[in-house]
């Protein structure tokens, strides 16, 4: 009590004004649109604060999962194949960063079982080393990763990739790759067309068995990609040696100062790619989507937040005795404006701080929310065909709820600029003449 008495006197007013009053229905009245400016700040707050942090959870699941298969950084070679790779592989660890090298070889081609045709990007590696980069050996569902044998003819496919083909562990499938068509054969050109002078192109078979499926938890590659033995892949993709090199680093975040690293300090003319320039488009949309929402929910937030203008307005008008008479025994200008600028702002703090809990607690809580309102409505968010992974993930930023609050807040104080400033302006005998 005794803080609250030490207090300016501009302080104690606004705080008295923020109370509901009870001498007449006009200040029951004035107390109620409070209420409804302090519930939109609230629920503006708080959903901003959620829609983001499931945002956030969306692209940190996606980032793991993408990551768990792609590589940090990629190293190829302009000659299109490395022979010597295992040199460059060496260089590449000299960089403090590099935690695990591999080499790989990579093409594209139809997979065939029976009458179901599915495209494929298909990957050449060594099943030794590739656990040093990805962690497909860890996300096997059936069989064995390792079964990937030098000549052996086996493949390991995405579950998406199997189940559409109908395949599971042990049965064979056909893999089409693009060749050149035999002098005297006619093929298909580039343009589409036949050509019967051998300068096209033409599918060539290869017989595989399945040796084991994995799952990512990223639909695009659990669709579309397969892993061979390196051999198998250097002969798919017609090559003597690797494509190149794949890496990962202790940060994944460096990549693309590493990349530039790599490059200035290994020998030879390769070219470096990193994760973030694979999928940029991915990044950039996501990004953008970001950005566009916090506009958007802001907009809300300001919307309720200049509620508080009409609040501020009526209560000005009914209290233009009190402010008079403050004027009257030497209340400056300033002073008035200030009691109207407390009042404003206290709703503004109060409708942000219940939102922030509010969003927190939702946000924190999205694992166990979202699945209840789906069991009970049968409906699913989430369809892993078109947003990758099929729950809702949730990562909450304790840098966005402060930018949400602030941001409130400051929409809040603007509020109450145009009625403390009326207010004010306020002539002492004017606002006595008929009190």
Do not use: C
Not at 103 to 115: A, C, I, S, W
Not at 121 to 136: F, H, I, K, T
Not at 273 to 281: E, G, L, T
């Amino acid at each position: 009590m005794r803080t609250m008495q030490n207090l300016p006197y501009e302080w104690l007013i606004g705080l008295r004004y923020t109370r509901a009053g009870k001498r007449s229905s006009r200040n029951s009245f004035i107390s109620f649109i409070s209420l409804i400016s302090v519930a939109g700040i609230a629920l503006g707050v708080a959903a901003l604060i959620v829609v983001l942090s499931v945002m956030n959870g969306f692209e940190k699941k996606v980032t793991e999962r993408m990551l768990s298969v792609v590589a940090h950084i990629e190293i190829f070679d302009a000659r299109g194949s490395m022979p010597d790779w295992q040199a460059k592989a060496q260089e590449a660890r000299r960089n403090p960063q590099v935690r695990g090298t591999a080499p790989f070889v990579e093409t594209q081609g139809m997979l065939v079982n029976e009458d179901v045709m599915k495209p494929a990007v298909v990957r050449g590696v060594l099943p030794a080393m590739e656990g040093q980069v990805s962690d497909v050996a860890r996300q096997m569902k059936q069989g064995s990763f390792d079964a990937l044998q030098p000549g052996s003819s086996t493949i390991v496919l995405g579950s998406a990739l199997a189940q559409a083909l109908g395949l599971s562990v042990g049965d064979s499938v056909t893999l089409l790759t693009a060749a050149p068509a035999p002098a005297g054969q006619g093929g298909v050109t580039s343009t589409g067309t036949s050509s019967g002078n051998g300068t096209g192109i033409m599918p060539k078979p290869h017989a595989f068995r399945v040796a084991g499926i994995f799952e990512a938890g990223h639909f695009q590659f659990d669709s579309t990609l397969a892993f061979v033995s390196l051999e198998d892949g250097e002969r798919l993709a017609d090559v003597p040696a690797p494509s190149g090199l794949r890496l990962r680093l202790a940060d994944i975040y460096a990549a693309p100062r590493v990349a530039v690293e790599l490059k200035q300090g290994m020998t030879g003319d390769l070219y470096m790619r990193d994760w973030s320039q694979v999928n940029a488009i991915w990044f950039a949309a996501v990004q953008s989507q970001k950005h566009m929402m916090f506009i958007i929910l802001a907009m809300i937030i300001a919307v309720a937040a200049f509620n508080l203008v009409s609040t501020l307005v009526m209560t000005v008008r009914d209290k233009q005795a009190e402010v008079a008479i403050l004027r009257t025994l030497g209340a400056s200008p300033g002073s008035i404006m200030k009691i109207f600028m407390v009042q404003g702002t206290l709703v503004g703090l109060l409708g942000t701080l219940i939102g922030i809990g509010l969003g927190v607690v939702v946000a924190l809580n999205v694992d166990v929310i979202v699945p209840a309102i789906e069991h009970v409505f049968g409906v699913h968010f989430l369809d892993k065909d078109i947003y990758f992974i099929g729950e809702m993930p949730s990562e909450l930023e304790w840098s966005d709820v402060a930018q949400i609050g602030g941001v409130a807040v400051l929409l809040a104080f603007v509020a109450t600029l145009y009625p403390s400033w009326s207010a004010a302006r306020l002539a002492p005998a004017e606002a006595l003449r008929y009190e």
